[in-house]
């Protein structure tokens, strides 16, 4: 009997056995199911870790998407330094915005509006686009490294199927082909029956150039805001400076700056001579500004007379003092009403028109007696009548002559609050006799009587003052050199071509074949090649590339490339399904793509 009659005649006569194994079977079948979910459960992924996490964060800010979004905020950052006034530059301006708009200020303060250089938030940005730069670039220039020692790929085989090609018949031998491509500056490098050469390596030098300048001049910068200082301060003939953080008008240092790092040098303001076009369509146009200064280097060192002018500062050590404006400083004695001298001395006036140096002067008199006085004075360089009133008519001072305007009364000196040596406030004081919009002018050695016995002024001569500002900044030259390095890199990178040519020479037939490496460069690199490959066939003498990059240049390829790049993609382009056929000569790496 067959076996599935014997199994149907055991179903029908014994179902109990069928009973008994189903449970049997059933927890089989239970325990394959459950077997079968695990194995399809998928595993659960390993966490990162810390130092997963540290070397993702770490490839993320060297990147150069992180860069270029930092460098956007560094310059969007730097737009509240010039829309809100800055306590470093102005902080009178700053108090003021405190006065008018107290809550709007508050607010603006404690994001640091008004430190935006100093801040927190500025200085990491700062920081951060550092490190994100040298973390990006100092890979790349190991790479470059490594990769200008590599020698230029072996030949495809098929190299009628590159971009340029061109195949001939003549006696061409590899060694006249490398000796060609040499003069044209290539790299070379010869195989069994084939030339390799390459050019146009400097063209990822400039660009490493570009940002290795780009680091040093932000280092540069950084270091000028820390150990630099700027300072202004305005000199009247006859007066000295000396370079001390009390002497200043103005003074701006950086964070690390105390006040035993300024240079001790100090000077004597001798003269100031400014000259002027006399006559024509250009009278009064200035011609030349010259100060003239005795100048201690050090409070040991011998005086030296230097002229100081417009764009040539005075250099002490490498701390500057650059002339940048000059005006008049006309010359009063004030008596009081006790006949006591209580003003001698120059006054600085401020020009209000830069055509005729017409300026206006504020005298402050605190200790005069019986009651504080003060003077608006409008000084006049070279004076004509017009109807009832006095112009100027030119810059230089040839008819000097001041119209004074007295008051008497407080100044409010005592009440704390600061106020402008070139303001006067008028609401405590009261006119001393009938003020009129043209007073008759007085002329050097004039007096003028006070009314209500008040005192006197005289108007006493004329004297010029000068502004300066000092500076002091130790990344200055590297920063200018760093600014033309960066110019020179990357006029190296947008105008050098990376090209590669091969030759195969073969039964007196020669294959020549090139690609340019750089997009939008074939145009100018089928001109070249036209001329390598004349030169090959023995033709006339064509003009040498011209030298743009050094034969020992290279452009770096990407770190972990694997050994066959161009070739394997040259060799791709000529025959998709067969490899490249042509042995390297010892020591030959194919870069990559």
Same mark, same amino acid.
Request: aromatic fraction near 10%.
């Given at each position: 009997m067959s076996a599935p009659d014997d199994l149907a005649r055991a179903v029908r006569d014994e179902p109990a056995l069928l009973d008994e194994a189903a449970p049997r079977d059933e927890a089989a079948a239970g325990a394959g199911t459950e077997a079968g979910d695990a194995a399809r459960e998928p595993a659960r992924p390993v966490g990162l870790g810390l130092t997963g996490w540290l070397r993702w964060a770490w490839r993320t800010l060297t990147s150069m998407r992180t860069a270029l979004i930092l460098l956007f905020l560094f310059a969007l950052g730097s737009v509240p330094g010039s829309v809100y006034p800055q306590r470093g530059v102005d902080p009178g301006r700053v108090a003021q915005y405190f006065k008018d708009s107290p809550t709007q200020a508050k607010?603006?303060?404690?994001?640091?509006?008004?430190?935006?250089?100093?801040? @927190?938030?500025?200085?990491?940005?700062?920081?951060?686009?550092?490190?994100?730069?040298?973390?990006?670039?100092?890979?790349?220039?190991?790479?470059?490294? $490594?990769?200008? $020692?590599?020698?230029?790929?072996? *030949?495809?085989?098929?190299?009628?199927?590159?971009?340029?090609?061109?195949e001939f018949e003549g006696d061409l031998t590899v060694d006249r082909a490398a000796a060609v491509l040499r003069r044209r500056r290539f790299r070379v490098v010869t195989g069994d029956g084939w030339v390799a050469a390459e050019k146009g390596y400097l063209r990822e030098t400039g660009n490493l150039l570009f940002h290795i300048a780009l680091l040093v001049l932000l280092f540069a910068v950084g270091a000028g805001g820390l150990y630099g200082?700027?300072?202004?301060?305005?000199?009247? #003939? %006859?007066? &000295?400076?000396?370079?001390?953080?009390? *002497?200043?008008?103005?003074?701006?240092?950086?964070?690390?700056?105390?006040?035993?790092?300024?240079?001790?040098?100090?000077f004597t303001l001798k003269d100031f001579e400014a000259s002027y076009v006399a006559a024509g369509a250009k009278q009064g146009q200035p011609l030349d500004y010259l100060a003239r200064l005795e100048v201690q280097d050090s409070p040991e060192s011998a005086p030296r007379q230097v002229d100081l002018k417009v764009n040539e500062p005075l250099d002490v050590s490498g701390t500057?003092?650059?002339?940048?404006g000059h005006g008049y400083a006309p010359t009063f004695r004030v008596t009081? %009403? #006790?006949?006591?001298?209580?003003?001698?001395? @120059?006054?600085?006036?401020? *020009? %209000?028109?830069?055509?005729?140096?017409?300026?206006?002067?504020?005298?402050?008199?605190?200790?005069?007696?019986?009651?504080?006085?003060?003077?608006?004075?409008?000084?006049? @360089?070279?004076?004509?009548?017009?109807?009832?009133?006095?112009?100027?008519?030119f810059p230089g001072a040839a008819n000097p002559t001041v119209q004074v305007f007295p008051f008497a009364g407080d100044l409010g000196l005592r009440s704390g609050r600061p106020q402008s040596v070139y303001q006067l406030d008028t609401t405590r004081l009261k006119p001393l006799g009938k003020m009129a919009a043209q007073p008759a002018p007085l002329n050097v050695g004039d007096t003028k009587e006070l009314a209500d016995g008040a005192g006197k002024i005289q108007f006493t001569g004329v004297k010029e003052w000068i502004s300066l500002q000092v500076t002091y900044d130790p990344g200055r030259e590297p920063a200018l050199l760093a600014a033309a390095a960066a110019v020179i890199g990357l006029?190296?990178?947008?105008?050098?071509?990376?090209?590669?040519?091969?030759?195969?020479?073969?039964? &007196?037939?020669?294959?020549?074949?090139?690609?340019?490496?750089?997009?939008?460069?074939?145009?100018?690199?089928?001109?070249?090649?036209?001329?390598?490959?004349?030169?090959?066939?023995?033709?006339?003498?064509?003009?040498?590339?011209?030298?743009?990059?050094? $034969?020992? %240049?290279?452009? @770096?390829?990407?770190p972990g490339a694997p050994v066959l790049g161009d070739s394997a993609i040259v060799a791709g382009q000529a025959e998709p399904d067969e490899p490249p056929t042509g042995t390297a000569a010892p020591g030959v790496r194919p870069d990559e793509e």
């Open positions: 607010w603006l303060d404690r994001f640091w509006l008004f430190d935006v250089f100093t801040s @927190p938030w500025f200085a990491a940005i700062y920081l951060l686009l550092f490190v994100s730069l040298a973390g990006c670039v100092f890979p790349r220039a190991l790479a470059h490294l $490594r990769e200008i $020692r590599r020698r230029p790929p072996a *030949a495809p085989r098929n190299l009628l199927r590159l971009p340029h090609s061109e200082y700027r300072g202004n301060v305005l000199v009247v #003939e %006859g007066d &000295g400076f000396s370079n001390a953080v009390a *002497a200043y008008d103005r003074f701006m240092p950086g964070s690390r700056v105390t006040a035993e790092s300024l240079e001790p040098f100090s500057l003092t650059y002339l940048i009081d %009403g #006790e006949g006591q001298v209580a003003y001698d001395g @120059p006054v600085p006036c401020l *020009a %209000g028109d830069q055509a005729t140096y017409t300026s206006e002067c504020v005298i402050k008199v605190p200790d005069a007696r019986p009651s504080q006085l003060g003077f608006l004075a409008r000084f006049l @360089p070279t004076t004509v009548p017009n109807g009832d009133a006095w112009v100027s008519v006029v190296l990178s947008l105008t050098i071509r990376r090209r590669r040519v091969w030759v195969r020479v073969k039964d &007196g037939r020669a294959t020549v074949g090139g690609l340019t490496r750089t997009e939008g460069g074939g145009a100018a690199f089928a001109e070249e090649f036209a001329q390598i490959v004349t030169a090959l066939r023995g033709g006339p003498p064509t003009e040498d590339a011209t030298p743009d990059e050094p $034969r020992d %240049g290279d452009e @770096p390829g990407r």
